[in-house]
């Protein structure tokens, strides 16, 4: 695997929308190609976007459901478990405020809830959805989050169950991804665990540390995320402003569904055969644990 991944900018045209204002920028050869497989670069127009201004941050963050903020101190290891991860003593608007010196780490989640931001995602959604459809079809559950963190802050080891484009607005950040579909990197049972407990905890093995593209983000840049390809981020030395454009399409629904199945295979001591061998033992296994979390269900609402 290479060690680097440099690209220069994306010549194509920016392939037509349907919202009024297009934001990104890419190659639609390079898209297609990479899209779901491995990382690659595109362009955006939000660098200087008010929205993205700290006052209007800080607006959002006071406007947000409290559990859709999750900030943290930033100077952390790699390995660190998120559970456990040390707080920093401020409130939400007071860390955006202090964010240059308070080596913090601080995401607003489902920003989409105000409609200024939700105008933002549709249209950039609206953008590359052409070509997800061929590869992955049937876009759902659009989310986006903001990522705003201190000079120098690490975000530690974890990967992620939606299919994204992290869209650097302001500062840098340097990206160590590792291949999704590497066995020796992300085991069945890391799936399982992941899918079965729904925990981003992960440790990095020594022997992985280098089997990794390492990705230089900067303002005006964005990157795509694979679904589960697992990453830790440097940020650079400046405060970093990031926009997460994220969506599931229903082939994620499956893939949770069959590893939520073989977790509790493994559970009662069993070696449950991997996802992908069989599709039709796949799809008995994402069937049966639908109606188990239905039955769930019913049962949760009948002790309301
Ligand atoms: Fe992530």
Redesign the pocket.
Known sequence: MSATLERSAPQSPIVPGTSNREFLTYDRADFLKNYSQRPFLIQHAFSDHPLFQLPRLMELARSLNEKHIEYNGGDLPVNQDPALTPRNGLSPEATIQRIEECQSWLVLKYVENDPEYRALLDSCLNQIRPLTEQLTPGMMKPHAFIFITSPGSV?PY???PEH?FLLQVRGSKTVHMFDGRDRSIVSERDLEQFYGTRSRHMILADENRDKKWVIHLESGKGLH?PVTYP?W?QNGLEVSVSFSITFRTPDLDQRRGVYSFNAGVRKYGMTPVPRGVCSIRDGFKYQTTRLYQKIQGLFKQADK
């Open positions: 975000t974890h990967m992620d994204n995320f990453h981020v």
